[in-house]
């Protein structure tokens, strides 16, 4: 991470000329310690894996193999957060059609409100 972190900054500094203003580097910085501290890791860990439970079969349809996985694996991590916090209530907001409310509501009995936004 670091070194993706120092690859970027180096790649900016470069594209700038050498009257360029680099007051906001700093601020670049920043942001690309944040995005990379926050992204997810590619590879599933094994103690999730233990928690999945397959996507009901009624709401596979219209669905993608890829979206199912998904889906599979948000519930897993949704349901342990909301136990770890003592919640039962989740507020999903960009939900898109409403995949992962449906299956967090209907497999997992969860109160879900969806929330999306179009154009």
């Not at 995005?35 to 993608?64: G, Q, Y």
């Amino acid at each position: 991470a670091a070194d993706l972190l120092s690859r970027a900054v180096s790649d900016v500094s470069r594209e700038r000329s050498d009257s360029a203003n680099y007051s906001e580097l700093p601020e670049i910085c920043e942001f690309f310690t944040n995005a990379i501290r926050l992204w997810m890791p590619r590879a599933v860990p094994t103690w999730l894996e233990t928690c999945v439970e397959p996507m009901h079969p009624d709401l596979k349809h219209f669905t993608s193999a890829k979206k199912v996985y998904e889906v599979e694996r948000m519930s897993a991590i949704v349901r342990l957060v909301l136990a770890g916090a003592g919640a039962s209530t989740v507020i999903d907001c960009g939900a898109g059609c409403g995949r992962l409310a449906q299956a967090l509501c209907v497999q997992h009995g969860v109160a879900v409100a969806a929330v999306d936004c179009s154009r």
